[in-house]
């Protein structure tokens, strides 16, 4: 089962590079495999499957189901080549209104908010197609900017004038980063203490 890449954080930003900015949601990352025999049948964390049953996990397979086929549907619709792929890994992240830095209060409700989606031998969707591909999807993950990922950029997410609490990912072409608000860091910083850098960027 394909597993979710690791994002650099803004350090690693190829300045001057366009791109867009997608919401980051502050949750946990759980991964859904698709083919053709057997439909949506798998179904993981960042690390590993789980089972319906798990406490926490299995609260996200209602919500998976809700939008499954939705998913399916405008993924063959966007390119007829896609219509004879064997496999689909789509990833999203699974948070509740306390979330926090990968920990959930079980008793609170869930959603999921789709962030890429990883088509069989092709790769990643490009987030030009994924923005064209799931516009007005309400599941999907919101896009914050479009332009030249520069310095100003950067810093604007920093300083929270942009919407965003936790930060964004910037995708371009052949690279994404993840730039995080300093409100976010500070809140890091207060419940991790010295640990607080294993969080961020």
Known sequence: ??????????????????????????????????????????????????DPKHPLWGQALPLFREIAHDIEDRIYASDWRYRNLQRITVFTEFFGPSSFAGTH??????????????????????PRWFKDTFSGAPYAAEVIYEGNLNKEFIQDIRSGKYPVWEGVVAK?????????????????????????ERFSE
Not at 7 to 36: H, M, T, V
Not at 182 to 193: H, N, P, S
């Open 1 to 50: 089962m394909e597993q979710y890449p690791e994002i650099p954080g803004a350090k690693k930003a190829p300045l001057g590079q366009p791109c867009i900015a997608f919401y980051k949601y502050d949750g946990s990352n759980l991964r859904w495999e698709w083919n053709k025999k057997r439909g949506w049948f798998k179904f993981g964390t960042r690390t590993e499957l789980f």
């Open 172 to 196: 371009g072409e052949d690279f994404r980063v993840k730039i995080k608000t300093e409100a976010y860091m500070l809140k890091l910083k207060e419940v991790y203490g010295l640990n607080w």
């Open 105 to 126: 209060d079980e008793k609170e409700q869930k959603q999921l908010k789709l962030i890429d989606v990883h088509l069989f031998k092709k790769g990643i969707m490009p």
